[in-house]
């Protein structure tokens, strides 16, 4: 192990000369790169700012490195090739946008002049996460994490609210001077009347066979580390006389079931999306129940294996007091629900969508743009329109 060490280390100091170098040969160019390694496709929070950035400041040159870290050796050595990209692009920008942990932007010391924006990946802080959970099942290993310098050089980092202010400061170990309170341009997204009816008219133009009348019931759930999810038990209680059923798996894929037939078209959708899609939203940790509110539509849980995820990861909230839905460990349970129209409390979902994010009535794509813009010309950052 501690060989291990000392190869991360000396790799740190090479990379480190290399950046150096960058950094000396390199301009700063009136350039925002936005980098994740959450995903290979497109990001809707990413894709609202870039879009709004081209409205108000045109000149601003815009660089997308969106590549996925998979744990195959192929996949690792692709990336390591990546990184000598993101390495002159991040040596070129004034803006650094993340949406999850970035090795290299953890590890490098930036110019003084660049600046790291950490909008993170999901709205609220539900599950632990983080340094929250170093040394826990479901976390990193802390020495690990600690000769990585995890979460380290964020400038600033976006949270929905107060309340998820201090979980979110714990978990990336930072101060209060770096959270701004604000939330995700997704949003405005999910607010969005015209976004909801582009997104149906999209979902079954490609899968035409769920446009059959049939109610949509969304199964949306959290990645367990080093652990398949069986879907097998959902799958069998469906009615499928009169549901869809689609499945949103933490890869990014989507498989939907119609007549208990696996349709399988090759679109993907973002679950962002396919939150407007669905008429029944079923979780079980996963973040997105912030996200799911702003829909308002039925939220359901499915925790089979609470007591061991409570013990691997564990969570920031009170998790049976607050979750705004049925909670149950029988999938058979919540169908009967969703069946009969029972445990459904519209009025709570509200509640606890106004705890946690607390901006919604403002638009949150131009605020979030206005202070991208004033942190890239080194102006204080605005006030929020309340």
């Known amino acids: 192990m501690q ?7 000396i790799w740190k100091l090479i990379m480190r000369f290399i950046y150096f170098i960058f950094k000396l040969l390199f301009r700063t160019k009136n350039k925002i790169t936005f980098l994740s390694r959450q995903t290979n496709e497109r990001n809707i929070d990413f894709e609202l700012i870039i879009n709004e950035l081209k409205m108000q400041q045109p000149k601003i040159k815009i660089v ?26 991040m040596a070129t920008s004034k803006v650094i946008i993340l949406d999850s942990y970035a090795i290299l932007v953890s590890i490098l010391k930036q110019k003084k002049n660049t600046k790291v924006i950490q909008l993170w990946h999901a709205l609220g802080s ?8 170093l040394g826990k099942k479901e976390g990193r290993n802390k020495n690990t994490a600690m000769v990585m310098n995890m979460h380290k050089n964020n400038d600033y980092i976006i949270t929905s609210s107060e309340i998820s202010k201090k979980y979110f400061m714990e978990a990336f170990n930072a101060n209060e001077s770096q959270m701004i309170v604000l939330g995700l341009p997704r949003i405005d997204f999910l607010q969005s009347k015209e976004a909801k009816k582009e997104v149906l008219k999209k979902f079954y133009s490609i899968y035409t066979e769920t446009n059959n009348e049939k109610k949509n019931i969304l199964y949306v759930p959290t990645m367990r ?3 398949n999810i069986d879907f097998s038990k959902i799958k069998k209680s469906v009615n499928y006389k009169k549901y869809n059923l689609i499945i949103k798996t933490h ?6 079931y119609v007549n208990n037939k696996k349709i399988q078209k090759g679109e993907y959708f973002l679950g962002m999306e396919l939150l407007h899609v669905a008429d029944y939203i079923i979780t079980d940790y996963s973040a997105i129940v912030y996200e799911a509110t702003l829909v308002k ?8 294996d609470y007591k061991e995820y409570t013990k691997n990861r564990g969570f920031y909230i009170d998790y049976n007091k607050e979750m705004p839905g049925l909670i149950s460990k029988n999938i058979n349970t919540i169908i009967n629900d969703i069946e009969n129209n029972k445990n459904v409390d519209l009025s709570k979902i509200e509640r606890f969508s ?33």
């Open 251 to 256: 890869s990014g894929k989507e498989m939907i």
């Open 297 to 304: 539509k039925p939220i359901y849980f499915y925790t089979y």
């Open 64 to 89: 997308v490195l969106n590549k996925r870290l998979e744990s195959d050796l192929k996949s690792k050595i692709s990336y390591g090739f990546h990184m000598f990209r993101q390495m002159y692009h």
């Open 225 to 227: 580390k080093d652990k």
């Open 126 to 133: 539900l599950k632990k996460f983080g340094y929250s959970i």
């Open 354 to 386: 106004k705890k946690y994010i607390q901006y919604q009535d403002l638009n949150i794509t131009q605020e979030l743009v206005k202070i991208i813009i004033n942190i890239m010309e080194n102006k204080k950052i605005p006030l929020l329109n309340k």
């Open 3 to 9: 060989i291990k060490y000392l190869i991360i280390k």
